[in-house]
Every structure is written in C-alpha cells, then in structure tokens.
C-alpha cells in the first residue's frame, strides 16, 4: 500500500423519505486493500455500495477518488460522463446475481469485449484475444467464448461477470455478495478465484457480504454497519476475534458462534 488513499469517503448520507440508508459514513480505502463492510439485511450496506458506484444520488458528502493520473475528483460533484467513463474503465462492479450485470444475448466473447469496444478498440482480432485470455485467467474453458451466458452455471456466469469487469484493469471494484446463491463447493473455488485476482492485479476491492466467513477470507480490514451507520470497523482478524461494540459482538456470536 502506499501512504495515499485511493478513495477518500467523508460523511455520505443517503435517505429514502424518512428512512435514512446511510448517515455520515466516513472512511477511506488505500491501492491493493480489500476492505469488508458487514452488517444484517437492511444494514444499508448494498445502499453505500450502489451510491460509491454513482448508482444512487447521494443526499450529502464527498466521494474522493485519486484518478490514475495524480489527480483527485468528487464523484459526488463529477459529470455523468465523467463518471459513466470512470465507471467502464478505472472502477468494476461486480453484482449478487451475475445475469444483472451480464448480457445474456451476447456471447461470452462479447460481453468481455463489450467493455474494451467502450474505449475505442475497435479489431475483432484483439477483441477476441483479449477475451480468450481473459475466460482462462477466470479458470473458464476459452472454447466456450461463443457459447451464450444463459447455457453457463451460476458459478461460471459469474466467473464471467468478473472477467468483464477486470478487462479494463480497474483499479477498484465493488463486489456486492459476489457468492451469494451459489453452492459451497462453487463458493470456495470462486473465493480463490477472487484472491488471486486481487494479489495478482493489485486490485483494492470492496466488497459487501453478510457472510462473516467470506469476509474473513477475503477482507483485510472491516467496517460494520447497523442502520445506515458505521458502529465499528478494524482489521478483519481482530475485529471478528474481539469485537467491541455490542452488535458485532452479537453478529459475531450468531454467525460465528464464538
């Protein structure tokens, strides 16, 4: 990690009428960090995810991204465009269900291209290159780049998703219960996947999870949320292994049983 954070968040608020979804959450993610944000269904966990990927309008705060080139922008403030851009090329987004963020009527092949053909490239040749080594480097048979997503698994649908987004070699991607609904001998492999992409790529990911286990696996530091709020947030190992505040401390006991 180096001593700049690559994402600067300072009091985000996010209410839908009188329900308030996120309040103030402050914090910040550094190159190359995994970080886990956990809390119970309507924790506003997802809700803080869609608005840092500038899916939902923010009520308030700031969402400071460090851009490849040196310089700093408020996604809060930016451009559509600016942010559309930032979007397909610097920032992933990796959905629970991969058939959201796949075309199903595209072949394997172009869904992985589609994201390059949003930059300009433009030969069929490279297009397809790159989407030949990207299906290996998500462990999927590359003899398959024809075959429509519709006839994959759960699990290689999401292999797929995943290899979408990190043709562009983001330097952030949000994961939001990238395992979720799949089986738990699909899960595992797909967790290693995921970890070896992460060091390999050097990626800083968040990713959203409401399964303690996989936070523990993936995650290097935590951030628990209970109704719209950050109540507590540490290294993963010693925030799961002594919990400080009363509700991760009973979130712990009822997942973990410790």
Avoid at 226 to 249: I, K, N, S
Wanted: charge should be negative; proline fraction near 3%.
């Amino acid at each position: 990690m180096t001593d700049i954070p690559l994402l600067e968040v300072e009091k985000l608020r996010k209410s839908f009428g009188r329900q308030i979804a996120c309040r103030d959450v402050t914090f910040e993610l550094w190159p190359g960090e995994v970080l886990g944000i956990v809390g119970e269904s309507g924790s506003g966990k997802s809700t803080l995810l869609n608005c840092l990927a500038s899916r939902l309008p923010v009520d308030a705060g700031a969402i400071r991204y460090r851009l490849a080139g040196g310089d700093s922008v408020d996604l809060v403030a930016a451009s559509e465009a600016q942010k559309r851009h930032l979007m397909r090329t610097e920032w992933g987004f990796v959905q629970q269900h991969a058939r959201d963020g796949l075309r199903m009527d595209f072949s394997a092949g172009a869904n992985i291209g589609e994201r390059l053909m949003a930059l300009g490239g433009r030969h069929y040749g490279d297009l397809r290159q790159a989407a030949l080594d990207w299906m290996t480097a998500v462990e999927m048979p590359p003899d398959r780049v024809d075959d429509l997503p519709r006839v994959f698994s759960g699990g290689m649908q999401q292999r797929l998703q995943i290899a979408r987004n990190l043709v562009t070699r983001p330097r952030i991607v949000l994961m939001d219960e990238p395992t979720g609904g799949l089986d738990v001998s699909v899960q595992a492999r797909l967790l290693d996947l995921i970890r070896r992409l992460v060091q390999d790529y050097h990626l800083a990911v968040i990713i959203v999870t409401h399964d303690l286990g996989v936070a523990r696996l993936l995650a290097d530091r935590l951030m628990v949320m209970r109704h719209g709020e950050v109540v507590e947030t540490g290294l993963t190992d010693q925030l799961l292994d002594d919990p400080q505040h009363a509700y991760t401390q009973l979130l712990v006991s009822s997942v973990l049983g410790v």
